[in-house]
């Protein structure tokens, strides 16, 4: 149970690290 756990904590962790991303980058280039 704490393996399934884990991984979607990560994989959580992984998607708001994509959404930051990407939202950085569409700042950059909009600015």
Do not use: D, R, Y
Not at 1 to 16: D, R, S, W
């Amino acid at each position: 149970m704490e393996e399934i756990i884990t991984t979607a904590v990560i994989c959580f962790g992984m998607t708001l690290i994509g959404i930051s991303l990407g939202f950085a980058l569409l700042k950059i280039q909009a600015g």
